[in-house]
């Protein structure tokens, strides 16, 4: 069993759609939860980090966590095809020397079409 | 301030030949670290080193692959070796601390994408 469950999609919307990104994880060891926007043959970007459970807001972007089901979400409002990209969920944290260490999702490929 | 320095961004190498990977971290960052990306895979960690040590391994392949991060210079990925498995984007990351317990944002560079012909 994979650390870390992400869909990888693809996902495709109309543009203005509500999005909805989520990621699954076993290890309850994990501190804190970042979702990172990839585009094509780029380096990923952070969009949004958290450590505790509950809802993180940043402009249309909001960040869930819920660390009692091992759940995690990413929600963008008023999506825009600036937006497709692919988003890929990651923790860190877990302790030990293991603490410098992000484990990433497979990624959702989003497509949002005018 | 320049972001996170990766060369050359696109490497091809010959089974068996030797592949290095340059990796220069944002300025004022002491941590690095390297990620594999296979095709449609998401990253996996491969190593976290600070300046002259290695910290956290547990991602390298046993053989063939070695990292580094001297005292002056940037940060190098060797492979030896390669064999068309290797085929990957390589991405370096850099903080400017790491400690335990608390979140420090890893910046990404724009990857080295080797093919191994």
């Known amino acids: 069993q994979k650390e870390v469950e992400q869909d990888p999609g693809p996902l495709s919307v109309p543009e203005g759609a509500i999005v909805s990104l989520n990621c699954t994880y076993s290890?309850?060891?994990?501190?804190?939860f970042m979702w990172y926007r990839q585009y094509s043959r780029k380096g990923p970007e952070l969009l949004m980090y958290?450590?505790?459970?509950g809802n993180k807001e940043d402009g249309r972007f909001t960040a869930q966590v819920d660390k009692s089901s091992k759940y995690i979400s990413l929600f963008i409002r008023d999506s825009q095809p600036s937006d497709s990209a692919t988003y890929l969920c990651?923790?860190?944290?877990?302790?030990?020397?293991?603490?410098?260490?992000?484990?990433f999702g497979q990624g959702t490929i989003l497509t949002v079409h005018p | 301030n320049a972001g996170v320095m990766q060369n050359p961004r696109h490497l091809v190498r010959r089974r068996g030949q030797e592949a290095r990977l340059r990796c220069s971290p944002m300025?004022?960052?002491?941590?690095v670290y390297w990620y594999r990306q296979l095709p449609e895979e998401g990253l996996k960690f491969m190593v976290y080193?600070?300046?002259?040590?290695?910290?956290?391994e547990s991602g390298m392949p046993k053989e063939r692959f070695s990292a580094e991060f001297p005292k002056e210079g940037p940060s190098i990925l060797r492979i030896q070796q390669v064999v068309r498995g290797d085929s990957a984007a390589y991405f370096c990351?850099?903080?400017?601390?790491?400690?335990?317990?608390?979140?420090?944002?890893?910046?990404f560079g724009p990857g080295t994408r080797l093919t191994v012909l």
């Open positions: 990351a850099s903080s400017p601390y790491s400690r335990a317990g608390l979140y420090n944002e890893q910046f």
């Open positions: 290890n309850s060891a994990f501190q804190y």
């Open positions: 958290t450590y505790s459970s």
């Open positions: 990651a923790m860190g944290g877990a302790g030990g020397t293991s603490y410098g260490k992000l484990t």
């Open positions: 300025k004022g960052h002491s941590h």
């Open positions: 080193l600070q300046k002259e040590n290695i910290i956290d």
